[in-house]
């Protein structure tokens, strides 16, 4: 069965680096999704992205966070200036349509020293 | 209580037993979904039942909808280890698609053998 896949599993970065979490999406799926999950906590809505734009964020996906689909298969999730609160788990998924279920990946665990 | 708010926060009982994990909700939706997530993993999407269904069954797993109450409950029946795992409920708010998925806290089931 297709799956998303993340990349790195685990990343560990100092305060004030840039990062990118890698995401490859199901391949024929047009709607992709970033979700977060501090430890211990509930998995919250970051992103929503479709025909190579923004369709929808939340108010934590503020001016240090981008997203890009820089070609057909991969999609990236930047954080330009990591904060201590920035460590969670990180979840890339996708779908068919924009009513249809969502396929996680596994996730990155980013940790900001 | 917040969007999406699971109960118990924890439920353990012995394999062979039914597992019942209630979900409430406070705005309005198109479909609430559940899914499921071992330690450590993504989340996997077990059902989805739309806003004009009461009832969903899917193997094991029977899901009602109750929208005059805002709530839903997930039922596991004859339950085994491997369905040891955290359980959340994710209401679209009404928006159409999933593009905003709000989950809930999550009940963590544990299946003793």
């Known amino acids: 069965e297709p799956e998303v896949t993340q990349t790195p599993s685990h990343q560990v970065t100092q305060m004030g680096q840039e990062v990118i979490l890698r995401c490859v999406p199901i391949s024929n799926h047009l709607y992709f999704y970033w979700y977060r999950q501090i430890l211990g906590q509930k998995v919250e809505f970051l992103v929503s992205f479709y025909n190579n734009e923004i369709s929808e964020k939340s108010e934590i996906f503020d001016d240090q966070f981008s997203v890009e689909r820089p070609d057909g298969s991969n999609f990236t999730l930047k954080i330009r200036s990591t904060k201590l609160e920035d460590s969670a788990m990180y979840f890339c998924a996708s779908s068919l349509r924009g009513d249809s279920p969502l396929h996680f990946g596994n996730g990155t665990r980013l940790t900001v020293t | 209580s917040q969007q999406g708010e699971e109960d118990p926060q924890a439920l353990s009982i012995q394999e062979g037993e039914n597992a019942t994990m209630n979900c409430s909700y406070k705005t309005s939706i198109n479909n609430l979904q559940w899914y499921r997530q071992n330690s450590g993993r993504g989340l996997v999407h077990l059902i989805l039942i739309r806003s004009n269904e009461r009832e969903k069954h899917s193997g094991r797993l029977r899901v009602t909808l109750d929208t005059s109450k805002k709530s839903s409950s997930l039922l596991i029946t004859a339950s085994r280890a491997a369905d040891t795992a955290s359980y959340f409920c994710?209401?679209?708010?009404?928006?159409?698609?999933?593009?905003?998925?709000?989950f809930g806290t999550g009940t963590r089931l544990t299946i003793i053998p």
């Open positions: 994710a209401t679209d708010g009404g928006n159409f698609g999933n593009e905003k998925l709000t």
